[in-house]
């Protein structure tokens, strides 16, 4: 956890915790969409950068336990009687991913760093959303807290390996997207999901 929270410049908003609690049922579903489009993220970087054996063989692996955690959320939620229906994204991932740059290997670079902010933003709002939130949920999101700090790790590592290989500027670009990501967190957000910012 700590590793996590040290990535991260700001807590999650106290106004998005209480948001968090009274629309339950909309978090679980969008939770499970975290966890697709995690697992679908991780395949097309194994796509994208077939040539680094590293990163796919380690991203094969997450890629495997992001689904697995779908299918866990699925059955959490068929026990709380949760409906699933189609919700549409919100800025968060929208917002990260646009700031990834277009041109190789800076786009490398953004797209693990990125990685690695999604994985730590839902490792820190695992551990606050555990204690509150009532059970199943409380035990469940506390379970899922390691595991998205380990993702966090393998995708910094992963960047860090890749700015060593290209001689990029890791803190500097490490620093701006940190900024970004702070700023959706904390800036009011007309649409509440499970990364948006400030409730309104």
């Not at 996590?4 to 700001?10: M, S």
């Not at 993702?151 to 803190?171: M, P």
């Amino acid at each position: 956890m700590s590793t996590a929270v040290e990535l991260l410049l700001v807590a999650t908003p106290e106004a998005w915790l209480q948001e968090a609690v009274r629309q339950r049922d909309l978090l679980v579903v969008d939770h499970a969409n975290c966890e697709k489009k995690a697992a679908s993220t991780a395949l097309a970087l194994m796509f994208t950068y077939a040539e680094d054996e590293r990163l796919t063989l380690q991203l094969s692996r997450l890629a495997r336990e992001e689904l697995r955690h779908f299918e866990q959320v699925r059955k959490v939620a068929r026990d709380l009687g949760i409906r699933f229906v189609r919700l549409g994204p919100g800025r968060y991932a929208e917002q990260l991913r646009k700031a990834v740059r277009k041109s190789e290997p800076q786009r490398q670079l953004d797209v693990l760093l990125v990685g690695a902010l999604i994985e730590a933003r839902s490792c820190e709002r695992f551990h606050a959303l555990a204690p509150c939130i009532g059970e199943p949920l409380g035990s469940f999101f506390a379970g899922l807290e390691a595991a998205e700090a380990r993702h966090q790790s393998l995708y910094l590592d992963l960047a860090k390996a890749q700015a060593e290989r290209t001689d990029a500027d890791f803190g500097g670009r490490l620093a701006t997207l940190q900024a970004l990501e702070a700023d959706l967190v904390t800036s009011p957000d007309p649409v509440f999901r499970f990364h948006s910012g400030v409730p309104v």
